[in-house]
């Protein structure tokens, strides 16, 4: 036991705490060394607080400032020892004159020893100085922490991990109109926002807690009055002791007037908000410049912002001098003196101060200084915190030198200006105004009325309409001709701009704008408008003619071109084919001729557009070469042809185009040529894998062009004269629709010519290439251009040019294999081909095709009102094979006829008297969607305008045949459908 004693005895010596054991009366059997030496060192008397000595007495006979104190914590110490409480503490201040000291005094029953006496009670005090000196430093930092955030003009909210608010600074109120306490602890996304934005504020914040990165976004805040502002955030994150995100910092700035800042403003209000996304939140997180002062010359903390405004690092700065920061004496004297009077007069300031930067340049800064007063009403220190304005007084003084600028030339510009204000009914023309009008300075009316009177009573609905809808707010701004009266009662015309200001109600307030005297430019206007309708009309008329004349001449034609194929089939003489012949060629050149007009017309009116299909390069050149090889034939001359065999085959374009392009540069070619020889050659570049540059060249051993008619041989109707024959040849638009058709094509048309020496005639398109050939099947024989003589005179020295052509070009689809192969073993005979018709395998392909025998006595009505036509499409249809044809001369008879019988085909004639076959047909229609069956309809019709074949099948027909039709095509057309139906 006594070994116990004496162990406890020295565990009570070695704490540093001041510890005395009581027992329940409150007497004092034991202390430690510690609770002796502070009562010697405090003077205390060894009979109130030494072993004996009665503690709570001690405490009850207490007085002056500790009375109080001692008294609560006697009655702490009778709770303990009545069992009322298990332990009682109490904090304190125990202050010497040599330091403040803080104390902690607690009262605990002591567990006694085994055999010891029980109800004993252990009296500890414990010094809590260090502490206490510690909690007031945080609070004191807090403090400025606080005055920190309330002096900022960012928007600043803390919030916690859930996104509540804990923080909410005083620009923050000013800005939402709600106060602190009215926001504490509610989520941020149920407050301010607009309900569209709530989601994605919510998943902002979200996410800035799950990654502990900071994240940048803009949104509206709702003010307590309604008001939208447009705030751009900066989240950071400020983790807790286990690494993990415990606050989330919200700096944000109102940039609601900056959006709405124009012209002059535009690159302050960037400026200004690059720079207000850049900031961040609480001293170092903020890109406002915060520093305290501890006296009028002697920076104190200093963020990272103000810090790298000078170039160096915050903890360099604690302690610096100001005037080591300033560029020279007078800014030094300027910052020190309003440091000086934020000191002196103990009252917030603020200032614009011109500050040189760690680059050397000279920065305007808004500096708001607050000075922090302890209890005695003594500045401890001046809070400062700044912004760069240098951008924002640059865009002001801009601003304000562009208005000067503007004031300048409204003085001096033509247009007259004018400013309504629609508060104080107030109205300011410019002096132009009274020019334009003819009016003395300031004596047009300002009453709305008599203002009304002078605008043209037709343009004042549209001029209201106008006017009404800018001021509603459905139209950015105002702009509308229309006409004033002048002084002297004449009309001008003038162009009215103007653009509205509204108030924060949303109220219009002013609208201000220019006038323009467009007279003169109406006037032109009305002119142009004139000689543009006097030439529709002309063209109209020009179009209704060429229609017309179309439609006439290739009725005649088609007689004569049919009635001249079917005769060439006959058995003829000798002499009697060589008629029929020169009849059939005649006819060809007559309607070349008129495919020529025509194909000009369609140009002029800019109505001709190209196709763009898959075609062989190969197989439209030889379709144009073995036609024209047999003309020059006839006249002693070789036809050479070479393609660059490198050149792809399968190419995207207008085949029927380029054939016409090719064919009248050769025809021409063997025209003006009467000895030699005619040399085309195909050459091109590949711009890529997918395109290439095509040039076509055709060399003649002609007479040549003389350079007079060189410079207009691509204008219309210019023809040349041929120097042997001393005629003028052709129709002067081959060359011209040559030249239009290839500009279309995206490619360019010229020529070369020496006299004497022949011509060479060249051009170039851009094709897209085909990669895929169309038909699996093809194979490419090779054709053999004529080759020279010995005895030809005029024979070139080269060597026969080869020409890889397929076997086939885009056949029907029905075409069998069979088929296919005759025609290979076959080739076609080159005075069967047309220059823009198919090429001539295809048709001999056509010519092969004979309908098969269910489809010989097939029903097919005929409907033609002139009886040449009647018979030649009779005999036509006869010589096809097809035996059971009715004839209907109106369309009064064809609608009779479909109603008594059922056709398996109808050959339609558009123009026919009474009804015609648009119309006829339309009513074949509407009975036949009755009665759910659909007969083929073929218009057989001379019109070949631009637009006819659409007028056809808009009416409800299937296909077009435009007369005069070669046999083959009839064929084709008879068999596509036939055989479609079975």
Not at 760 to 776: C, E, G, H, M, R
Not at 897 to 918: F, H
């Amino acid at each position: 036991m006594w070994q116990q004693e004496n162990i406890a005895s020295a565990v009570l010596d070695a704490l540093t705490a001041h510890i005395a054991v009581i027992d329940n009366k409150g007497t004092i059997i034991a202390v430690n060394r510690a609770w002796s030496e502070f009562a010697h060192a405090n003077g205390a008397d060894e009979a109130q607080t030494g072993v004996g000595a009665n503690y709570l007495t001690a405490c009850d006979t207490a007085h002056g400032d500790d009375a109080d104190l001692a008294a609560r914590f006697a009655g702490g110490i009778r709770a303990v020892i009545a069992g009322e409480r298990d332990m009682f503490a109490l904090e304190y201040p125990c202050h010497s004159p040599q330091e403040q000291r803080w104390f902690i005094g607690k009262v605990t029953p002591l567990q006694a020893l085994p055999g010891a006496e029980r109800g004993l009670y252990i009296i500890a005090h414990e010094t809590i100085t260090e502490r206490r000196l510690a909690e007031e430093s945080i609070r004191r930092r807090e403090a400025w922490i606080d005055d920190v955030l309330h002096m900022a003009g960012t928007l600043i909210v803390v919030l916690d991990r859930r996104g509540r608010i804990i923080r909410f600074n005083r620009a923050c109120e000013d800005t939402t109109g709600y106060r602190f306490d009215e926001v504490k602890g509610k989520l941020c996304w149920q407050l301010f926002l607009l309900p569209e934005e709530r989601r994605q504020v919510r998943m902002t914040v979200q996410e800035v807690v799950r990654r502990g990165i900071p994240k940048r976004h803009e949104n509206y805040w709702l003010t307590r009055k309604g008001e939208r502002r447009l705030i751009a955030w900066w989240n950071n994150v400020l983790l807790g002791d286990t690494g993990h995100v415990q606050y989330v910092i919200a700096a944000g700035v109102d940039i609601t007037e900056l959006k709405e800042t124009e012209g002059q403003l535009r690159q302050a209000r960037m400026a200004l908000q690059r720079k207000t996304e850049e900031q961040t939140m609480l001293l170092n997180d903020i890109d406002t410049h915060i520093w305290y002062l501890k006296d009028p010359e002697t920076f104190g903390a200093v963020n990272r912002a103000h810090a790298e405004f000078y170039g160096m690092n915050p903890a360099d700065m604690d302690g610096r001098k100001v005037y080591e920061m300033c560029g020279n004496r007078a800014e030094a004297a300027n910052c020190i003196a309003g440091n000086r009077k934020a000191f002196t007069e103990k009252v917030p300031i603020r200032t614009l101060e011109w500050v040189t930067d760690g680059q050397g340049r000279k920065r305007l800064l808004a500096v708001n200084k607050r000075p922090r007063l302890d209890e005695k009403g003594n500045v401890v220190y001046v809070v400062c915190s700044a912004d760069d304005t240098t951008e924002k007084w640059q865009a002001e003084e801009n601003l304000r030198l562009s208005e000067e600028r503007y004031a300048l030339a409204v003085k001096g510009s033509n247009d007259a200006i004018w400013d309504h204000d629609l508060v104080n009914r107030q109205i300011f023309y410019s002096p132009r105004i009274y020019e334009i009008l003819g009016y003395e300075q300031l004596s047009i009316p300002t009453d709305r009325e008599k203002r009304k009177a002078l605008i043209h009573p037709d343009d004042l609905p549209l001029m209201q309409q106008a006017i009404d809808a800018h001021l509603s707010g459905r139209t950015p701004h105002y702009q509308l001709e229309y006409r004033v009266k002048a002084k002297n009662g004449d009309y001008k015309w003038i162009l009215a701009r103007g653009q509205a200001n509204w108030d924060e109600s949303g109220k219009p307030v002013r609208v201000a704008g220019s006038y323009t005297d467009i007279t003169e430019r109406k006037q032109v206007e009305a002119e142009l408008q004139q000689a543009k309708e006097v030439a529709e009309a002309a063209n109209q008329a020009k179009s209704a003619f060429l229609a017309i004349m179309s439609h006439e001449i290739r009725t005649p034609m088609s007689g004569v071109i049919g009635m001249t194929e079917l005769l060439l089939d006959t058995e003829l003489t000798g002499e009697q084919k060589k008629l029929a012949e020169t009849i059939r060629e005649s006819a060809n050149l007559l309607l070349a001729i008129i495919n020529d007009i025509l194909d000009f017309s369609r140009i002029e009116a800019d109505r001709l557009t190209l196709e763009s299909e898959i075609f062989n390069l190969s197989s439209v050149i030889s379709s144009t070469t073995e036609l024209l090889e047999i003309r020059a034939r006839k006249k002693g001359l070789l036809l050479h042809c070479f393609v660059d065999p490198a050149l792809p085959q399968y190419l995207l374009g207008d085949a029927v185009r380029l054939r016409q392009v090719l064919f009248n540069l050769l025809g021409n070619a063997i025209k003006f040529t009467e000895a030699g020889s005619i040399d085309l050659r195909v050459t091109g570049e590949m711009e890529s894998t997918d395109f290439v540059h095509l040039r076509f060249e055709v060399r003649d051993t002609g007479y040549g062009i003389e350079p007079e008619e060189q410079k207009k041989l691509f204008q219309p109707f210019v023809r040349i004269e041929n120097h042997l024959t001393r005629r003028l040849e052709g129709t002067g638009l081959g060359l011209a629709i040559a030249d239009r058709l290839v500009t279309m094509m995206g490619g360019r048309l010229s020529m070369e010519s020496e006299r004497g020496k022949g011509s060479t005639f060249w051009f170039t398109i851009p094709l897209p290439v085909f990669q895929t050939a169309p038909f699996a099947h093809e194979r490419q024989p090779t054709l053999t251009a004529p080759s020279p003589t010995a005895s030809s005179p005029t024979a070139p020295s080269t060597q026969p040019t080869s020409l890889s052509l397929p076997t086939t070009s885009v056949l029907p689809s029905r075409t069998n294999e069979a088929t296919l192969q005759s025609c290979a073993s076959k080739p076609p005979a080159a005075s069967n081909l047309l220059a823009t018709g198919p090429s001539a395998l295809e048709k001999q392909v056509a010519r092969t095709e004979r309908p098969k025998a269910n489809l010989r006595c097939a029903p097919i009505l005929l409907v033609e009102d002139n009886p040449v036509n009647q018979k030649l499409i009779s005999l036509q249809l006869k010589s096809l094979g097809y035996t059971n044809v009715d004839l209907a001369i109106s369309g009064y008879e064809a609608v009779d006829q479909t109603r008594k019988r059922e056709y398996a085909l109808i050959l339609m004639d558009c123009q026919m008297p009474g009804m015609d076959g648009l119309e006829a047909t339309r009513r074949i229609r509407q009975r036949e969607r009755m009665k759910g069956r659909h007969t083929p309809i073929i218009a057989v019709t001379a019109n070949a305008m631009l637009g006819d074949r659409e007028v056809c099948i808009q009416a409800g027909m299937d296909d077009y045949l435009s007369k005069p039709f070669r046999l083959d095509a009839l064929r084709h057309a008879i068999l596509q459908y036939l055989e479609a139906g079975g």
